[in-house]
């Protein structure tokens, strides 16, 4: 079973960055293909990126393509979502997942979510 716990969450102005982090432990990480979701209040969980464990295949939502940038260290078990020009709409929740279904932006793919870093964004 993995385990998944993300950081790197805060409180940034508009225009900032920040960059979260996921550490996976209970299985050999880089036979794992993974993604980030992010879930705003009063929204549902939607997909932000995700980065596949064969050829480091990237694929991101709409929203965020050209500011976001996934990225894998498989020696530190661990993925990371680069957020550069951060928008009062990235306020969320960010969670990473294993992905296990063929359905890459799919949260029905996903498994074993970690508990969650938040992010906000002001104006």
């Known amino acids: 079973q993995v385990q998944l716990v993300e950081s790197g969450g805060g409180l940034v102005q508009a225009g900032g960055s920040l960059r979260l982090s996921c550490v996976a432990s209970?299985?050999?990480?880089?036979?794992?293909?993974m993604g980030w979701f992010r879930q705003a209040p009063g929204k549902e969980r939607e997909f932000v990126a995700h980065i596949g464990w064969l050829d480091g295949y990237t694929r991101y939502a709409d929203s965020v393509k050209g500011r976001f940038t996934i990225s894998r260290d498989n020696p530190k078990n661990t993925v990371y979502l680069q957020m550069d020009v951060l928008k009062p709409e990235d306020t969320a929740v960010y969670y990473c997942?294993?992905?296990?279904?063929?359905?890459?932006?799919?949260?029905?793919?996903?498994?074993?979510w970690g508990q969650g870093t938040q992010v906000t964004v002001s104006s």
């Open positions: 209970g299985r050999t990480f880089s036979s794992l293909s």
């Open positions: 997942a294993v992905r296990l279904g063929s359905a890459i932006a799919s949260m029905s793919s996903y498994s074993n």
